[in-house]
């Protein structure tokens, strides 16, 4: 029999998951992520019906309810600035999933998480407009929080993937940098049917978007080639870099810089959930442009990635209230 899992391994209080402070039942199958924790509530006000549960613990607001289109039930959840806190909100998420609470062991089986990343970015393409949604086909992570991970490569295009941006990357880094040549980037892509039902769900809603390679980087700075005073840049010209990049038969287009797709398809493709990315396009750094109010656009995200879900389990049907605070999943 298998030894449960010890406190430290993964820290539960009073039923709890540490730092989403969550109970298995409070999170839906469907999941939509985001990085502001005042985003939660603005989509929960915008799109669902009622709600079950809102906690907030350590900077991570969560809210479970029923979405007023589609009627299903979905948990709106907080990642945090980055690859770091998205790890553990990620890890948590599959815990809450996949752990018996009550008797700390893996659940024998146990139904995979569909979860979509709706953000923000900058845009690198100069022809995908302001305020545009992209839906990230494929990712660069240039972290290394995903680096922790080893997940097989997705496919060919992936391989692809990597190499070139190591090679832009080594070729445009300052000569001379003590870290020059040290970054590892890894590539990861979304999930094939989630992608193709957010694409679907766009066009029918007449949504502004485009399908291409997202950049996630560590940082917001330097990581995305913005100047810092005294201290010199290893890789200076990296948007230019970036935007060098080839996508080999992909054909697809470097289209926008943020800084937990990375992470989150990787590492979610890796445990077989289905995972995907929207982000709007907030900034376009050659116009010199950047939208302070993109609440329509998150908006218009998160409705296209809670139609996605109803594409994807059309069997699930309207999840109503069977009680308090009791719900049917299917
Ligand atoms: O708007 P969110 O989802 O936070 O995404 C983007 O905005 C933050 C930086 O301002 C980073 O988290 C980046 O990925
Ligand atoms: O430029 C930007 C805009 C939003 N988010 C980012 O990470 N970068």
Same mark, same amino acid.
Request: hydrophobic residues 35%.
């Given at each position: 029999m298998e030894k449960p899992l010890s406190p430290d391994d993964l820290p539960i209080v009073n039923g709890r998951i540490y730092? $989403?402070? $969550?109970?298995?039942?409070? $999170?839906?199958r469907d999941v939509i992520l985001v990085g502001?924790?005042?985003?939660v509530p603005l989509l929960a006000d915008e799109l669902l019906a009622e709600r079950e549960a809102d906690r907030f613990h350590r900077g991570f607001r969560t809210i479970t309810g029923v979405a007023r289109e589609t009627e299903m039930r979905v948990s709106i959840v907080t990642s945090g600035i980055g690859a770091p806190s998205t790890e553990i909100v990620l890890n948590e998420l599959a815990a809450l999933n996949e752990i018996d609470f009550s008797t700390l062991t893996r659940k024998e089986s146990f139904e995979p998480l569909n979860i979509v990343r709706v953000g923000t970015s900058g845009g690198l393409n100069p022809a995908t407009p302001l305020g545009a949604l992209v839906l990230t086909d494929y990712v660069i992570g240039l972290d290394n929080t995903g680096l922790f991970y080893d997940v097989p490569l997705p496919d060919a295009a992936c391989a692809y993937l990597e190499e070139q941006a190591r090679t832009v990357l080594d070729r445009a880094a300052q000569p001379g940098a003590r870290f020059g040549g040290t970054l590892a980037p890894y590539a990861a892509r979304a999930d094939r049917d989630l992608l193709t039902a957010l694409e679907q769900e766009a066009a029918e809603l007449g949504i502004t978007h485009v399908r291409g390679i997202t950049i996630s980087s560590p940082g917001f700075f330097a990581e995305q080639g913005r100047g810092v005073a005294r201290i010199g840049s290893t890789v200076p010209g990296l948007l230019d870099a970036l935007e060098r990049l080839e996508s080999g038969r992909l054909n697809l287009y470097v289209e926008n810089l943020e800084m937990e797709a990375g992470v989150v398809l990787h590492f979610l493709g890796g445990l077989g959930y289905r995972a995907a990315a929207v982000c709007a396009v907030i900034n376009k750094r050659n116009e010199k442009a950047f939208m302070a109010d993109y609440r329509r656009q998150v908006c218009a995200g998160a409705r296209i990635a809670l139609r996605a879900f109803r594409r994807l389990r059309p069997e699930a049907g309207p999840q109503l209230m069977a009680g308090r605070g009791t719900w049917r999943e299917s």
């Open positions: 730092h $989403l402070d $969550l109970a298995p039942e409070e $999170l839906a502001d924790p005042d985003r």
